[in-house]
């Protein structure tokens, strides 16, 4: 299936990570014929994407951004309008999270989880949307992420603000050419889990996946390339549930 990603271009946050979903989606789309701006407060790792891209034949403008400092994100999105003079994709990917029993959690916790997974998400999408708004076409892929597992709270209290506030702005846009979807990807070997006891992973993934093993970036990248292109022309404001369940 053609899924018509020739020549869109794609900002992908939370690229710099090599071992992430965002650098899979980041290369999923440019093998699809997309432009990407690579973009992670790991500007080092941004850099290694966003010659990956290249490698496959695309362009890359790779992007130093902390998604919480609305000017840095405002700053990002200039910079990738001088580059391409467009935004087609916005996958807001970037997360991170403390764990840790709820109460061991300082205020500093909660509000590093909120500000990175919740206000970080919002930050990006309505910089790019201030841009995707008057062109009347844009695809948002908001990535959401576990719910209601042990010493992660806060995190999945934003993450479930991410499907709620998707929800939302999806009534909002659509009618103004963006569609706006969200993925619950399920729980990966990557850098957000990689200093988690691994009999803690184990046990979870026991008892939250039907197929009793991990997510890969190799299995959540197709589902956000079908998100972002147009063939997803009647899917609208739906979280799709990647959890192996
Ligand atoms: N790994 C999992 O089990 C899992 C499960 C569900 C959802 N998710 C979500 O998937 C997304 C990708 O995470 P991942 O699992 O690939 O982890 P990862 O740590 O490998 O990648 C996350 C990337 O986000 C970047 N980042 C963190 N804070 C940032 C900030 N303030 N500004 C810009 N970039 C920032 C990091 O530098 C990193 O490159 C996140 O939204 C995460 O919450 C992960």
Redesign the pocket.
Known sequence: MDLKLKDKVALV???????????AIALTLAEEGCDIIS????FE??KKTATAVETLGRKALAVK?????RAEVDDMVQQALAKFGKIDILV??????IQKPFMEMTKADWDFNI???LY?QMNVAQAVLTHMIPRHYGRIIN????QGFPTISI?GAA?AGVVAFSQALAREVTHLGVIVNVV???????????NAPPEFLDDLIQHSSILKR??T?ED?APVVAFLASDVCSYMVGQCVNL?GS
């Open positions: 946050t939370g690229t710099g990570s090599q071992i992430g979903y965002g650098k973009a992670d407060i790991d790792g941004a951004v902390d998604v919480t400092e807001n990917n970037a997360g991170a999270s500000n990175v997974n970080g990535v959401s992420g576990g995190y993450k619950t990807p399920g729980l990966a070997k990557t850098g957000l889990t990689v991990f997510c970036p959540m959890g």
